[in-house]
């Protein structure tokens, strides 16, 4: 006969032993003290990987998608308190994108050429063991996202994970490796680290096992692995600017852009970044924003702000410039919360800071991730479009507008030559959700691949038949 309290304890136990516990007391699958650990078991698991079919692979993901639905939640709480940073709601929601609209194995395509001579095939085949770096601003959502293309072409991952966002990490490669096992898979096909550093990233890099490279974060990272002499995929910063012109739907665009911006906090690099709004509807902009939870700050209260977010960072060389850059403390931080240090006491409503500065000013050529908009009057569209593309900085990433003029779109979207261009939208819709189209955690802006999903992450392999099974 066993009691109740011995009941709850058990109960407590198989969830804990299930996974499906903020802090699991059982060894996490495919956790592992050192990298070179790591990648031996990720070979191992991939030497019995690399014979399953489609139909095998395409299980595993479909427990991927079941497991991540089922763990939205402890994983965006989870994420939230590891890096302290973001909005649990809207990671609950990416993480359901995630599930939903990452491609699987319908993304691999293979092509046919038939003629006189023969049969020849050029199929997607997998890399092998591909190492993935990921970010701290989506941590999780880009370890499952990546798991899915990369399983699904047939790879096995390592991840080196952000250090500060290694507790979820770690949760999130135990998650794929409980639905590879519950799928049938081999354990350990996707790995990490404990604690992921410099060192271990060199190590992963360098190995000779891992035969392909994923970069998801800043510059630095991005110039890292392309100095590798690997292959490898770069999905770098962004500065997404988001004009608005006379013939703009005013307060639709008002809202869009604050639900846009405070998205996860501004933590995702398409959210808008900074506002360039032509003059003639300028003011109804302003206001249709302080509508949907915008806090207007004055001259004064900017300039305050800036000595908050922002740091110096000493020049590199003797004699050089000081510059400005983030201060991380407040990256992924409620706008309450900012507005708090600079003396300012708001409701729950207010959900992004707003300030009017000029094109040079550093709230609009940082990329901040925070809820916080800087936005710049223009005379023209054509001057507003012109200040995107500098403000954008080259990065290929992802640019906004608010227009019903076809022309202006055309123009803009050339200009700009972003990997993603959204039009009369939130910037969320630029990556699926609530639109159409697959979804991706690494955009690839620097290497070209763009959206990226399974067949990124292969290599074309081409198969002859000559004279023979050509049947007309
Ligand atoms: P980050 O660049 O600080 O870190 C990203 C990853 O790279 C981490 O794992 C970090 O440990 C590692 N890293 C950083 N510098 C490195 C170096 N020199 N050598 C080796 N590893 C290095 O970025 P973050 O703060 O976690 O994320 C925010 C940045 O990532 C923003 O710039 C954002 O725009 C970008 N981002 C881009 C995408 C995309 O799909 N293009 C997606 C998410 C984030």
Redesign the pocket.
């Known amino acids: 006969m066993i009691d109740e309290k011995q009941i709850s304890e058990i109960v407590k136990k198989v969830i804990t032993d299930m996974g499906a516990d903020q802090a699991p007391k059982r060894k996490q699958v495919g956790v592992f003290e050192s990298m070179d650990d790591a990648i031996e078991a990720c070979n191992k698991a991939y030497e019995l990987f690399r014979h399953y079919n489609k139909e095998q692979r395409e299980n595993i993901i479909k427990e991927i998608r079941r497991l991540t639905h089922e763990e939205a939640e402890i994983m965006a709480k989870l994420a939230v308190e590891d890096t302290k940073m973001g909005n649990v709601y809207h990671k609950i929601l990416k993480h359901h994108l995630v599930a939903d609209k990452t491609p699987g194995t319908e993304d691999l395509t293979t092509k046919a050429l038939s003629g006189d001579r023969g049969l020849t095939l050029i199929e997607m085949a997998p890399y092998g063991i591909i190492g993935a770096?990921?970010?701290?601003?989506?941590?999780s959502c880009?370890v499952i996202c990546n798991s899915i293309g990369m399983l699904a072409a047939g790879n096995g991952v390592v991840f080196?994970?952000?250090?500060?966002?290694k507790r979820i990490s770690a949760y999130a490669v135990d998650l794929v490796n409980r639905a590879v096992l519950a799928a049938g898979g081999p354990e350990n096909i996707v790995v990490t680290v404990e604690n992921?550093t410099?060192d271990t990233?060199?190590t992963m890099?360098n190995h000779p096992s891992v035969r392909m490279l994923v970069?998801?974060?800043?510059?630095?990272?991005?110039?890292?692995?392309l100095s590798s002499g690997k292959k490898a995929i770069g999905?770098?910063?962004?500065?997404p600017p988001v004009v608005v012109d006379n013939t703009a739907d005013v307060p639709k665009a008002a809202k869009d852009i604050i639900d846009g911006c405070t998205f996860d906090n501004n933590?995702?690099?398409?959210a808008e970044k900074e506002c360039f709004v032509v003059n003639e509807v300028a003011d109804e902009l302003i206001s249709g924003m302080q509508k949907n939870g915008a806090y207007l700050l004055n001259k004064e209260q900017t300039k305050q702000l800036e000595e908050v977010v922002l740091v110096d960072m000493p020049p590199k060389n003797p004699g050089g410039k000081a510059k400005k850059v983030i201060n991380?403390d407040w990256?992924g931080r409620d706008a309450k919360k900012i507005l708090a240090q600079i003396g300012i006491n708001v409701g729950d409503d207010i959900r992004c800071i707003i300030c009017e500065t000029e094109f040079s000013h550093s709230f609009v050529q940082t990329?901040l991730?925070m809820p916080i908009l800087a936005i710049v009057r223009c005379s023209t569209f054509e001057e507003a479009m012109e200040m995107a593309v500098k403000a954008e900085h080259g990065n290929r990433?992802t640019a906004h507008l608010h227009s019903k003029n076809v022309d202006h779109m055309t123009a803009y979207a050339k200009a700009v030559c972003t990997t993603i261009f959204v039009k009369n939208a939130p910037s969320y819709s630029g990556i699926g959700f609530n639109s159409e189209g697959h979804t991706?955690?690494?955009?690839?802006?620097p290497t070209g691949e763009g959206i990226t999903s399974a067949s990124s992450f292969t290599r074309q392999r081409r198969c002859v038949l000559v004279d023979s099974l050509s049947i007309i």
């Open positions: 770096i990921t970010p701290s601003t989506n941590p880009t080196n994970p952000h250090p500060h966002a992921p410099m990233s060199n890099v970069a998801t974060g800043g510059p630095g990272v991005v110039k890292m692995l999905a770098g910063a962004g500065n933590l995702p690099c398409i991380k990256v990329e991730m990433h991706t955690f690494t955009i690839a802006g």
